[in-house]
T-cell receptor, first 116, second 116 residues
Framework: DSGVTQTPKHLITATGQRVTLRCSPR?????VYWYQQSLDQGLQFLIQ???????AKGNILERFSAQQFPDLHSELNLSSLELGDSALYFC???????????????FGPGTRLTVL | AQSVTQPDIHITVSEGASLELRCNYS??????LFWYVQSPGQGLQLLLK??????LVQGIKGFEAEFKRSQSSFNLRKPSVHWSDAAEYFC??????????????FGTGTRLTIIP
């Protein structure tokens, strides 16, 4: 158990709908990352938040958005869903102390999204 | 931008035999290097990492990896595999920065099957 929790574990929805995925980081971790794992794109970085602010952006579609709340949990919002959005969405967290030291990212178990 | 190549999509090994999983990266300098394992239905677990120093790094579960700058490689090895090692293995890189916690860029993964 990494200490990172994600809800829900599974989500089945229809095209055109909107869903929200939730991530609670490990206690004390300030940084949250979202990754998408799909059959055609592999594992790719979507977005990173640090202490409530967006830190880095990857291959995240405009239909997707995220935020990190004052209690440090994060939500990934996916709208106007398409069949191709079906994937496993991982959240990871890290202390992100900076100072040139790399701190390990701990991954949650993921949310499997199926768009029908 | 950095990239990672894992040339072997699927490898089958007999239990007790040795294992080597290949990973090549593309980056202008020496990146941070990682190997993660993903068991079915599970999240990603860090096996080992390389930041600098000794080019042979030891990880969990009896795995080791060797960084070879001249070949831009970071191959994962295990002297004797166990049936429980059957999983998907991902090589990943991150670009060093002053902040210290950059995104991970993953390879496409190698699925390891163990036969009795």
């Amino acid at each position: 158990d990494s200490g990172v929790t994600q809800t829900p574990k599974h989500l089945i929805t229809a095209t055109g709908q909107r869903v929200t995925l939730r991530c609670s980081p490990r206690s004390g971790d300030l940084s949250v990352y979202w990754y998408q794992q799909s059959l055609d794109q592999g594992l790719q970085f979507l977005i990173q938040y640090y202490n409530g602010e967006e830190r880095a952006k990857g291959n995240i579609l405009e239909r997707f958005s995220a935020q990190q709340f004052p209690d440090l949990h994060s939500e990934l919002n996916l709208s106007s869903l398409e069949l191709g959005d079906s994937a496993l969405y991982f959240c990871a967290s890290s202390v992100a102390k900076g100072g040139g030291n790399y701190n390990e990212q701990f991954f949650g178990p993921g949310t499997r999204l199926t768009v029908l | 931008a950095q990239s990672v190549t894992q040339p072997d999509i699927h490898i089958t090994v007999s239990e007790g035999a040795s294992l080597e999983l290949r990973c090549n990266y593309s980056y202008g300098a020496t990146p941070y290097l990682f190997w993660y394992v993903q068991s079915p239905g599970q999240g990603l677990q860090l096996l080992l990492k390389y930041f600098s120093g000794d080019t042979l790094v030891q990880g969990i579960k009896g795995f080791e990896a060797e960084f070879k700058r001249s070949q831009s490689s970071f191959n994962l090895r295990k002297p004797s595999v166990h049936w429980s090692d059957a999983a998907e293995y991902f090589c990943a890189v991150a670009a060093p920065s002053n902040f210290g916690n950059e995104k991970l860029t993953f390879g496409t993964g190698t699925r390891l099957t163990i036969i009795p």
